[in-house]
């Protein structure tokens, strides 16, 4: 799956870029040598801007790499005061887009966006940032012109993962396929970018049936980071769909020690399941229901993810209801209307659940698991045919079923309505 949370699908801490052009010597260092260089630097000259940005910058990053959110309300903390400080801060604005980027907040992101470019139009991080928030938003013409105009001020990794993520979703596998490569090809000096881009181009391999290349793929992220969450979680899938559970466990299992995230528990419960470890199994449903807690300790009003889990799992669908539509409010791309169909199916809505999954094919996007979902969709609808043919498609696109969670598979006798058969 693309995208997938937490991660932002797309946002690679463009505010490293302008940090390095100001401080070369901070240009190979890694995100916690730069934290401390920058904390040194305040010491010896407090509420300086420079440093301020540098060092925010460096707790996004850092986030990125621990998903931790701690660093994110630490970097918030930094631009805050330099907005107190300049209301009109350049940089301040920028940091300030990016974190309610990461913060899914995405119109507000891309209002400071292009506040940025109207004084500055040949920015390119902040065209990038634009183009991250319209993508979300489902603006997909808007987001291409966007990062054309970045790739154009700035060719290099930073802009040719945004143009393959956009071709991707948009329909057009193979050209998403050679700029993924070319983004691969060009690199990082930040180890978690490439990382990223790596597991992405996995993904995107994946889904379209190259699954050896996609493991060439994760397995490079993971030399690059060594104990990448997602590049683990991504070869568990693909371990899960060949039946390997036991290499599967073990690649979520590492995943999981990073971070909880609802997939991973999710995967790692159906796993067990397979292996017959009921107590672990039933840990992990556990686990899935604290996440949503905390969550909601925190004010949380939308998880596409954890929305996305409950419906998988046919429970707590009220609450899949809640979050998904918390989630629309500010994200309307295909991968939200595709996790709304399948809340709005599983709850027992059945022309809401179409209409919506209208709406997440409209791009043709190749991703298996928005077939499956309108195929199961379709064929309960009382459209067998046109289910079937779209269950076909799912199939043709990816054979080994990789880019599927393991969740999707075995759903057919939990289908609430009667009499579906799968052909």
Not at 316 to 330: K, S, V, Y
Request: a negative charge.
């Amino acid at each position: 799956m693309i995208m997938k949370t937490f991660t932002l699908i797309c946002s690679l801490c463009l505010s490293i870029a302008f940090a390095e052009t100001r401080r070369p010597q901070i240009a190979h260092m890694t995100t916690d040598q730069r934290i401390a260089f920058f904390e040194k630097s305040l010491k010896e000259t407090p509420n300086d801007p420079a440093s301020e940005a540098g060092l925010a910058s460096a707790f996004i990053q850092k986030m990125r790499e621990t998903t931790d959110f701690a660093y994110l309300n630490r970097a918030a903390a930094i631009v805050d005061n330099m907005l107190a400080a300049d209301p009109k801060s350049y940089d301040g604005i920028r940091l300030s887009a990016e974190i309610e980027t990461h913060r899914h907040n995405f119109p507000r992101a891309a209002d400071l966006a292009s506040s940025l470019l109207d004084r500055n139009p040949s920015d390119a991080g902040a065209l990038g940032l634009l183009g991250d928030s319209l993508m979300e938003m489902g603006q997909y013409d808007a987001a291409g012109q966007a990062y054309q105009r970045m790739l154009a001020l700035a060719p290099n990794l930073t802009s040719y993962n945004r143009v393959a993520y956009h071709l991707f979703v948009t329909g057009d596998a193979e050209q998403a396929l050679n700029w993924m490569a070319t983004a691969v090809e060009a690199g990082s000096p930040t180890p978690e970018n490439l990382a990223w881009c790596l597991v992405e181009f996995g993904d995107m391999l994946s889904k379209t049936g190259r699954t050896a290349d996609a493991r060439i793929a994760y397995d490079r992220a993971l030399k690059t980071l060594p104990g990448y969450h997602r590049a683990h979680a991504a070869l568990g899938r693909m371990l899960a769909a060949d039946g390997k559970f036991e290499e599967a466990e073990a690649n979520f299992q590492k995943a999981q020690a990073v971070i909880p995230l609802p997939e991973y528990a999710e995967a790692l419960e159906s796993i067990y399941t397979e292996l017959g470890k009921t107590t672990e199994a039933t840990q992990q449903r556990a686990l899935i229901d604290v996440i949503d807690k905390l969550g909601r300790a925190n004010g949380e009003k939308g998880n596409r993810a954890l929305a996305l889990v409950y419906a998988d799992q046919n429970r707590n669908l009220d609450r899949a209801l809640e979050l998904i539509r918390g989630e629309l409010d500010t994200r309307k791309d295909v991968y939200t209307y595709d996790a709304l169909s399948w809340v709005l199916f599983r709850s027992g809505n059945q022309k809401d659940a179409e209409d919506a999954s209208r709406k997440a094919l409209a791009q043709h996007t190749p991703e298996p698991m928005f077939l499956y979902h309108a195929g199961i969709i379709a064929i309960a609808g009382g459209r067998p045919d046109a289910g079937n043919a779209l269950l076909k498609q799912a199939l043709d696109l990816n054979p080994s079923g990789a880019g599927l969670r393991p969740a999707d598979f075995g759903l057919e006798p939990d289908l609430p309505a009667a009499g579906i058969v799968l052909r």
